[in-house]
């Protein structure tokens, strides 16, 4: 597995060889510092602890500062520790660039998503609203009736309702790496990545798996459909 700790810069599009539009989202990626490097003999397992973002040594306790003068690495606002392929190979105080990928990777990007504060069920949950006329009176954003009276008596847990929205850790997978530069720290994505402009983004090789399409993989083998009948002549149509 390949990761870096990034910020989502804003959205964007660019045009390809054939001239169509793609949605990118551009995401600062690093540089980051290796602050700690974890080993099956004493940790029990592999893993680097990457550091992003430098920062006031005021602004850190002493004994976030004691843990990164002990590995010689200057203050850093963010830490994150990951399962990285080359983890042996990393040591402290290596750094770790956006070139770690390259174009045509896959990657999952998490984030916090927005925070929306307090709201209703229609925004927070794209419940419908009742008529404004004929007897709805003033409740038409309202959740309405939830439970029986007598029997739970009760709201059964996991029902929609108004409450804080937002402010949680989402990831979307399986985004297509567009364009790297790592003179200027940027990685360019296909597709959104949650969070608001500036927010803290973690970038890693994708969980899903991709398997090499076979030649004639999309020719049915069932003799009543046409590409099973005259595979040649479904080819040629789906062109």
Same mark, same amino acid.
């Given at each position: 597995?390949?990761?870096?700790?990034?910020?989502?810069?804003?959205?964007?599009?660019?045009?390809?060889? +054939?001239?169509?539009?793609?949605?990118?989202?551009?995401?600062?990626?690093?540089?980051?510092?290796?602050?700690?490097?974890?080993?099956?003999?004493?940790?029990?397992?592999?893993?680097?602890?990457?550091?992003?973002?430098?920062?006031?040594?005021?602004?850190?306790?002493?004994?976030?500062?004691?843990?990164?003068?002990?590995?010689?690495?200057?203050?850093?606002?963010?830490?994150?520790?990951?399962?990285?392929?080359?983890?042996?190979?990393?040591?402290?105080?290596?750094?770790?660039?956006?070139?770690?990928?390259?174009?045509?990777?896959?990657?999952?990007?998490?984030?916090?998503?927005?925070?929306?504060?307090?709201?209703?069920?229609?925004? !927070?949950?794209?419940?419908? !609203?009742?008529?404004?006329?004929?007897?709805?009176? /003033?409740?038409?954003?309202?959740?309405?009736?939830?439970?029986?009276?007598?029997? /739970?008596?009760?709201?059964?847990?996991?029902?929609?309702?108004?409450?804080?929205?937002?402010?949680?850790?989402?990831?979307?997978?399986?985004?297509?790496?567009?364009?790297?530069? /790592?003179?200027?720290?940027?990685?360019?994505?296909?597709?959104?990545? /949650?969070?608001?402009?500036?927010?803290?983004?973690?970038?890693?090789?994708?969980?899903?798996?991709?398997?090499?399409?076979?030649?004639?993989?999309?020719?049915?083998?069932?003799?009543?459909?046409?590409?099973? !009948? +005259?595979?040649?002549?479904?080819?040629?149509?789906?062109?």
């Amino acid at each position: 597995m390949k990761a870096i700790i990034g910020k989502k810069v804003g959205m964007s599009q660019i045009f390809d060889e +054939n001239g169509h539009v793609i949605p990118v989202t551009v995401i600062e990626a690093g540089p980051c510092v290796v602050v700690q490097k974890k080993t099956s003999e004493k940790e029990g397992y592999k893993a680097v602890q990457l550091g992003y973002e430098d920062i006031p040594e005021r602004k850190l306790s002493k004994p976030e500062m004691g843990h990164l003068k002990k590995a010689d690495v200057s203050p850093k606002k963010y830490l994150r520790e990951f399962n990285l392929e080359n983890a042996d190979a990393l040591n402290v105080g290596d750094l770790v660039k956006a070139d770690t990928f390259a174009v045509g990777d896959f990657v999952d990007v998490t984030g916090t998503s927005k925070g929306h504060g307090y709201q209703g069920v229609i925004k !927070r949950h794209g419940a419908h !609203r009742l008529k404004e006329t004929h007897g709805s009176g /003033p409740v038409h954003r309202h959740a309405g009736s939830m439970g029986s009276g007598t029997d /739970p008596s009760r709201i059964f847990k996991g029902k929609i309702g108004a409450g804080h929205m937002g402010v949680e850790q989402v990831t979307v997978q399986n985004l297509s790496v567009v364009k790297v530069d /790592p003179e200027l720290n940027m990685l360019v994505v296909c597709g959104a990545v /949650p969070g608001p402009k500036g927010g803290l983004v973690t970038i890693k090789s994708t969980v899903k798996v991709h398997k090499v399409k076979q030649a004639g993989a999309d020719i049915s083998k069932n003799p009543q459909k046409a590409s099973g !009948r +005259n595979p040649q002549k479904a080819s040629a149509r789906n062109k």
